[in-house]
């Protein structure tokens, strides 16, 4: 008898293995579709509006952007969706 109650925890525990094994790979695979349809998410872009500010500065006098086109609140556009704009 000992024999079968050897053999039915280790099945047991091979399907709790099994099924948390599927589950992790169906989230990673969920993740990774959810994270290629949104690119913008990978792009670094400056936390707060002194590092905006320095980040404008760094970058070449024929690059820069007007100062009226900076964006001072990219949080707000973030919630509204319309982050599609670089610093």
């Known amino acids: 008898m000992r024999q079968f109650e050897e053999m039915r925890e280790r099945n ?5 293995k099994s099924t948390l094994l599927l ?4 989230l990673g695979a969920l993740g990774f ?4 349809d949104h ?4 792009r670094l ?9 320095m980040s404008h500065a760094a970058r070449p006098a024929a690059s820069r952007a007007a100062p009226a086109e900076i964006d001072q ?10 982050n599609k704009r670089a610093l």
């Open 73 to 82: 609140e990219p949080h707000r556009n973030a919630m509204k969706g319309d």
């Open 33 to 36: 579709l959810v994270a290629a």
């Open 12 to 16: 047991v525990r091979e399907s709790f």
């Open 39 to 42: 690119p913008e998410w990978f």
């Open 45 to 53: 872009r400056p936390a707060s509006g002194v590092s905006a500010a």
């Open 23 to 26: 589950l992790g790979f169906g």
